[in-house]
């Protein structure tokens, strides 16, 4: 028999877990906001170009676009390779193994880098041959500026992933979601597929700030002209180091604040 009362009181329990956790509210909505910022100013940029250049922005466009999906790919799987590996030692309850064990943060950290290196060398190497079979786009065109851009990426999804995993020891399960919107967050700042210029003008500011637009115009650059400003590899370089350095002491901080209260053991036996 179907007894409305206990749905009423499944609905009420979901209810009573967002208006308790505001984090989870997030969810609600984040994609929808995301996603009207970014294609909304992809659509801008779109029109900027074809009526600039014709069929010749229009393609040049095309190809701004295949080369962003695939560099942007390199900034989130380096960021899921450190968070999700955290999350599967709390999934499987082996944290406090990990933790309990004569292993320093740095080795911790270092490991789950290469976890994200090696995601992205699998995935970037896939994509890579799709592009050039599916539309004849050769990654490769960017020549040593390729692995420049690259690395500025990882290093800057590595920086997201110690954030990522930060919250979650702070937080607990609550905030696990964010493992894998964080990196989504900042893609509206981030320029993958339009220029600075097409946000308004104090988003422009935050987007200067950050790394990933650096990286996507210098790509834009290659693929327009040929050349590169190494201005803007310098700067995103400069930006990832404090931003690493300050991820590093927040993750360091957290740990031991973890640690002194006892969330690591809540965290890890939930």
Request: hydrophobic content about 55%; glycine content about 8%.
């Amino acid at each position: 028999m179907f007894r409305p009362s206990t749905v009423q009181a499944l609905v009420t329990r979901q209810v009573l877990l967002y208006t308790r956790n505001p984090v989870r509210a997030v969810e609600l909505f984040f994609w929808p906001i995301v996603q009207l910022l970014v294609w909304g100013f992809v659509t801008m940029y779109l029109q900027q170009q074809a009526g600039s250049g014709g069929q010749d922005g229009f393609a040049r466009m095309i190809t701004f676009l295949i080369g962003a999906i695939i560099l942007w790919d390199a900034l989130f799987r380096s960021q899921q390779g450190v968070a999700i590996s955290f999350l599967e030692d709390v999934w499987t309850r082996n944290l406090l193994n990990v933790f309990a064990a004569p292993i320093r943060m740095t080795e911790y950290l270092s490991a789950t880098f290469v976890v994200g290196l090696l995601r992205v060398v699998i995935t970037g190497v896939v994509l890579a041959a799709i592009a050039w079979i599916s539309y004849q786009f050769n990654l490769f065109q960017f020549q040593w500026k390729l692995f420049a851009f690259y690395a500025n990426l990882m290093i800057f999804g590595w920086t997201l992933g110690i954030l990522s995993t930060a919250l979650v020891l702070r937080w607990g399960h609550g905030v696990e979601s964010l493992a894998w919107a964080i990196p989504f967050m900042i893609q509206p700042f981030a320029c993958v597929f339009y220029e600075v210029n097409v946000l308004p003008g104090w988003m422009q500011w935050v987007a200067l700030a950050m790394p990933p637009a650096h990286v996507f115009n210098g790509m834009r650059s290659m693929v327009a002209t040929g050349t590169l400003n190494p201005g803007d590899l310098v700067l995103a370089g400069g930006l990832n180091v404090a931003y690493l350095a300050v991820a590093g002491l927040l993750f360091s901080r957290t740990l031991s604040v973890a640690r002194e209260r006892g969330l690591l053991v809540k965290t890890a036996a939930s």
